[in-house]
């Protein structure tokens, strides 16, 4: 059988009509992050979600807590967070015993301060933002390179006080290459790294007095 008669049910994610091929090799082309709009006062909130495999939001958890137990991972089930989505992202898989890890909630001026970086980013793919950066609830799932640089965002500007330093930081993450930014994800989020946020943040805003 050629390529060109494969049936169907034998295409990958990326090839399948009406779904995207959106997440890394490792997991079938499958979705690793997603995001979540609310809405409500003051803008409502924006959450990014990181999508794992149970076992493996398990045992992060446990490095975290091994490292230094302040350090928390908030991981809710694939069902609880997105079971009531329409999306074709969530029939296409099968997500039983997949987590949602919630990397960072913002709102307020943070929020504010990252949606461009949000716009870009996801316009960068080809996604359309709408659902997530105007008003009400939304929910946009996401490739890998996409929630990389959204969580590196995400993960930097919640300590952050001053608007200006708020959105000198977003400016920042916006010009980073993708593989810049998957070395801070990295350096972020390692419980052998604990200054990783503050040497980004200190990166980008130290300039501003």
């Known amino acids: ?21 959106l997440g890394s090799s490792v997991y079938g082309g499958r979705p690793n992050f997603a995001l979540v709009r609310d809405g409500g006062p003051d803008g409502g909130t924006l959450t990014l979600y990181e ?6 939001a398990t045992a ?37 015993e997949w987590t949602a890890v919630k990397i960072r909630q913002l709102s307020g001026n943070r929020l504010r301060s990252i949606l461009p970086l949000v716009r870009e980013t996801l316009g960068g793919t080809g996604i359309d933002d709408s659902s997530v950066t105007g008003s009400g609830q939304g929910k946009v799932f996401l490739p890998e390179t ?8 995400f993960v930097g500007v919640k ?8 959105r000198a930081f977003c400016r920042g993450i ?28 200190t990166l980008l805003t130290d300039h501003i007095k």
């Open 146 to 153: 996409a929630g990389v640089r959204l969580a590196v965002g």
């Open 60 to 96: 992060r958890r446990e490095r975290l807590e091994r490292s230094n137990p302040n350090r928390q991972l908030v991981a809710d089930s694939f069902e609880d967070v997105f079971g009531e989505s329409d999306s074709l992202e969530v029939d296409h898989w099968d997500w039983d």
């Open 174 to 201: 916006a010009r980073m290459s993708d593989e810049e930014c998957y070395y801070w994800h990295a350096k972020c989020r390692s419980p052998s790294s604990p200054n990783g946020e503050k040497a980004l943040r």
């Open 159 to 166: 300590p952050i006080q001053r608007v200006d330093r708020m």
């Open 1 to 21: 059988m050629t390529s060109q008669s494969r049936p169907e049910s034998t295409l990958s994610a990326r090839e399948q009509p009406g779904v995207s091929g």
């Open 51 to 56: 999508l794992l495999p149970a076992d493996q």
